[in-house]
């Protein structure tokens, strides 16, 4: 049987380590009228499908801390993807570490995606 992912009941941006962007994506978000959640530095260890309000997710208990910041993008389209990325170009904001919430990573901490996302990012160079 596939793996199936819990759609969102609305578009959502997590953000996670990112303070210092909070004020533009904010800014971004609203203009596109796409939720906002911020997950905290010592939710690094909490699954990404309780961020994504899906049922079935809750926070692990555990405390912990992931070495980088990211943003993780759920329930949006193609098209509104692109239109969260030019929002961002046009805002100067850069935010190395990006994904999209999947099947195979909403049970995954936010621990395990920026780790894995910083390891792709170091083999292609960036």
Request: aromatic share 6%; glycine share 8%; with cysteine.
């Amino acid at each position: 049987m596939k793996a199936r992912i819990i759609s969102s009941a609305d578009e959502r941006i997590i953000a996670y380590k990112q303070q210092e962007n909070l004020a533009k994506l904010r800014k971004i978000t609203d203009k596109l009228r796409i939720r906002l959640v911020i997950a905290e530095d010592n939710d690094a260890e909490d699954p990404i499908g309780f961020f994504a309000g899906f049922n079935g997710f809750e926070k692990s208990g555990k405390q912990g801390e992931a070495d980088n910041g990211c943003i993780i993008f759920s329930g949006l389209s193609g098209k509104r993807i692109d239109a969260v990325l030019a929002e961002l170009k046009k805002a100067e904001l850069s935010i190395p570490l990006k994904a999209v919430l999947t099947p195979s990573n909403q049970k995954w901490s936010i621990k395990r995606l920026t780790a894995e996302l910083a390891k792709e990012r170091e083999k292609l160079g960036g």
